[in-house]
Nanobody
Framework: QLQLVESGGGLVQPGGSLRLSCAASGFTLDYYAIGWFRQAPGKERERVACISNSGGSTKYADSVKGRFTIPRDSAKNTVDLQMNSLKPEDTAVYYC????????????????WGQGTLVTVSS
C-alpha cells in the first residue's frame, strides 16, 4: 500500500520553530517531487514548499521564503519541513504530497497525499 504520513505538528509560540516530517511507505520518495501544502480554516490550500526528485531544485511561497526549508533525507525516505520564525498566520493543517512529475516547475499533478498534521502558532 502506497502511503504518505505526516508527523510533527503541534502548538508553538510565535517566533518558535517546528519540524514536520513526511514519511513514505510502499515507495521511494527520491523518485518524486515532494510538496508541502497548508490549509487554514476558510482559506484555499496553498503550496508552501516543493523539492524536485533530485533535490537540486526547491521552490517556496513568498509567505514562507527565508523562514521554511524542505530538506530531503534519502536514508530515512523522508522529506521534512523545517519551519522557523513562526507566525500566527502559519496556523493551518499541513499536508505533504508526492508527484511523479519530479519537478516543481509549471503544472504539477500530485499523485499521493498524506492525511495532514495540525500546526497552531499561538501564545
Amino acid at each position: 500500500q502506497l502511503q504518505l504520513v505526516e508527523s510533527g505538528g503541534g502548538l508553538v509560540q510565535p517566533g518558535g520553530s517546528l519540524r514536520l516530517s513526511c514519511a513514505a511507505s510502499g515507495f521511494t520518495l527520491d523518485y518524486y517531487a515532494i510538496g508541502w501544502f497548508r490549509q487554514a480554516p476558510g482559506k484555499e490550500r496553498e503550496r508552501v514548499a516543493c523539492i524536485s526528485n533530485s533535490g537540486g531544485s526547491t521552490k517556496y511561497a513568498d509567505s514562507v521564503k527565508g523562514r521554511f526549508t524542505i530538506p530531503r533525507d534519502s536514508a530515512k525516505n523522508t522529506v521534512d519541513l523545517q519551519m522557523n520564525s513562526l507566525k500566527p498566520e502559519d496556523t493551518a493543517v499541513y499536508y505533504c504530497a508526492a508527484s511523479g512529475h519530479r519537478s516543481c516547475l509549471g503544472y504539477v499533478p500530485w499523485d499521493y497525499w498524506g492525511q495532514g498534521t495540525l500546526v497552531t502558532v499561538s501564545s
